[in-house]
């Protein structure tokens, strides 16, 4: 009998248990608990992930609320306003034409609303979508983009049929990034290139902040569950593309958003001062707990709101966490 399905049913019937995926593995050491999430790392290769996580439709859902569908409209809106998104389109487009054999078909996984496409099809890419977000597609097909409601495993692309594939901070989002790296791979032309873009787990920062609060408190900035079910480090990135057939021609880093880092790192810290979170136990590594509830706004003696010298001490703390976030990082 499998390890896998050893385990006790999750008691959430829209999370499943899963065994690694970059190694097949299921021998996992727990590292935190989020947002009632479990994040492990894998023994056998080191690949962080969420087990359990939600199941495929759960996950997909996620990406049909307001918040999201508002976050990228506004990444359309600043890439045809030639704000922040655009620079960032036009700086990695230029590249991945570093490396790509010749303009020709260029599948965006992930796409989103199209706010890489517009780019790249103004530099003479004839681009093809591909997104799970139906309100995403919907919105990508209204501005005259060929995008596809698929993952890249179903989506209806002949083998060999495309020059170059992104996946912009999309890996870490799917139920099987081994599955979809084999997918790209066949359809890559030969001399086609791949352009991939997801978190660093072994960055600076989420290294530090693991040791500093992970490991003493259980609470950790970096990973962000239910969306991100893994966290790649360079070693594990590559071992992947290599496993899906791909030769690795380029690597750098990228430089997260500032103000993203400072935000994560304050969040982390106001929740160690909440104790709103706990680190896993080797039961909890068994089990799906999920944590606690965060407690309850605090009533005064009276049953009332907390009044201006409470609500002022609670600003206080925030500025003073905020400030120390923005130091450390």
């Known amino acids: 009998m499998s390890a896998v399905s050893a385990l006790p049913t ?12 970059l190694c097949g593995e299921d021998d996992a050491e727990p590292l935190v608990t989020k ?21 495929p439709g759960a ?13 990228q409209a506004n990444r359309v809106a600043d890439a045809e306003a030639d704000t922040r998104w655009r620079r960032e389109a036009r700086a990695r487009l230029a590249r991945l034409e570093r490396f790509a ?17 517009g780019v790249a099809r103004e530099a003479g890419w004839r681009v093809v979508g591909l997104d799970v977000s139906a309100g ?36 870490e989002h799917m139920p099987s990034p081994m599955a979809a790296l084999r997918t790209a791979h066949r359809l890559l032309a030969d001399d086609g290139v791949m352009m991939l873009t997801t978190p660093n787990v072994d960055g600076l920062m989420p290294r530090v902040t693991y040791q500093l609060l992970g490991r003493t408190f259980g609470v950790w900035e970096h990973p962000g569950p239910p969306g991100h079910i893994y966290q790649f480090a360079r070693k594990t990135l590559a071992a992947a593309l ?21 935000g994560a790192l304050e969040d982390a810290l106001m929740d160690v001062l909440k104790r709103k979170a706990r680190r896993p136990t080797d039961e909890d590594a068994r ?3 999920p944590l606690p509830p965060p407690p309850a706004p605090t009533p005064t003696s009276s049953g009332r709101p907390p009044g201006a010298a409470t609500r002022w001490l609670r600003r206080a703390v925030r500025t003073a966490v905020r400030t120390g976030a923005w130091a450390a990082t």
Not at 37 to 42: E, I, L, M, T
Request: glycine residues 4%; aromatic residues 8%; hydrophobic residues 40%.
């Open 10 to 21: 999750p008691s959430d019937p829209a999370r499943e248990l899963v065994a690694c995926d």
């Open 35 to 55: 947002n009632s999430f479990r994040v492990v790392r894998c023994r056998g290769c080191a690949l962080v992930y969420v087990n359990p996580r939600l199941r």
């Open 59 to 71: 996950l997909v859902s996620l990406y049909e609320t307001d918040t999201y569908q508002e976050h």
């Open 101 to 117: 054999p010749r303009r020709g078909t260029l599948l965006d996984v992930g796409c989103s609303t199209g706010w890489f496409m």
């Open 136 to 171: 995403s597609v919907e919105s990508a097909r209204a501005r005259g983009f060929d995008v596809q409601l698929a993952t890249i495993e179903n989506a209806e692309l002949a083998p060999r049929s495309v020059e170059a594939i992104t996946l912009f901070d999309s890996i």
């Open 242 to 262: 290599e496993r899906a057939g791909f030769t690795t021609v380029h690597e750098e880093t990228e430089a997260t958003d500032l103000a993203h880092t400072v």
């Open 287 to 289: 089990l799906d707990v």
